[in-house]
Antibody, heavy 118, light 110 residues
Framework: QVQVVESGGGVVQPGRSLRLSCAAS????????MHWVRQAPGKGLEWVAV????????YYADSVKGRFTVSRDNSKNTLYLQMNSLRAEDTAVYYC???????????WGQGTLVTVSS | QSALTQPASVSGSPGQSITISCTGT?????????VSWYQQHPGKAPKLMIY???NRPSGVSNRLSGSKSGNTASLTISGLQAEDEADYYC??????????FGGGTKLTVL
């Protein structure tokens, strides 16, 4: 069955870096665009980034542009989010999600918590 | 990339109907039919309920319906059931080739 599982979250100091991973299984990973969406504790969903199926197109929310980089390794069925210059306001649960058709995020992981704190 | 505007909360009794609005601009909701709605229960991942304004994925109850007029999209849930109690988020494609979510609406079934 379709599954996406995030990992790599944890506690990190402001200004440091962290890389999240999202392992996909049960579908042809290389055929789908993938998104990162985050949710700060007790807050709403915030879209973070999207990467096309072949990795050639990437788009970011203004709040993370220039600090975060989305990438993928289709040979490993894995999506990544490299997060640099982390700030307290980046504290959130980070979800990866499959885009089955344009804008339709049909499968989501359970998320990984990133806490930015000194 | 300002968040789309949703009411913070709505409520209704079992069997009633409720509507949640989602207001954006001509650069997002008003300019595209790529508006989706997601349901999120506490501690769970979001679930796609409506895509492209008014389409339901397989398995989603036909008690849910979506529509759009100008810069405002709407989600209507009829025949409210206890299981509908959750947070609901709208999402739209934008003219910047990005996506934006609404602030979320907490639905309470009285």
């Amino acid at each position: 069955q379709v599954q996406v599982v995030e990992s790599g979250g944890g506690v990190v100091q402001p200004g440091r870096s962290l890389r999240l991973s999202c392992a996909a299984s049960g579908f042809t990973f290389s055929s789908y665009s993938m998104h990162w969406v985050r949710q700060a504790p007790g807050k709403g969903l915030e879209w973070v980034a999207v990467i096309s199926n072949d990795g050639s197109n990437k788009y970011y929310a203004d709040s993370v542009k220039g600090r975060f980089t989305v990438s993928r390794d289709n040979s490993k069925n894995t999506l990544y989010l490299q997060m640099n210059s982390l700030r307290a306001e980046d504290t959130a649960v980070y979800y990866c999600a499959r885009e089955v058709r344009f804008g339709e995020l049909d499968f989501w992981g359970q998320g990984t918590l990133v806490t930015v704190s000194s | 990339q300002s968040a789309l505007t949703q009411p913070a909360s709505v409520s209704g009794s079992p069997g009633q109907s409720i509507t949640i609005s989602c207001t954006g601009t001509s650069s997002d909701v008003g300019g595209y039919y790529h508006v989706s709605w997601y349901q999120q229960h506490p501690g769970k991942a979001p679930k796609l309920m409506i895509y492209d304004v008014s389409n339901r994925p397989s398995g989603v109850s036909n008690r849910l319906s979506g529509s759009k007029s100008g810069n405002t999209a709407s989600l209507t849930i009829s025949g409210l059931q206890a299981e509908d109690e959750a947070d609901y988020y709208c999402s739209s494609y934008t003219s910047s080739s990005t996506w934006v979510f609404g602030g979320g609406t907490k639905l309470t079934v009285l």
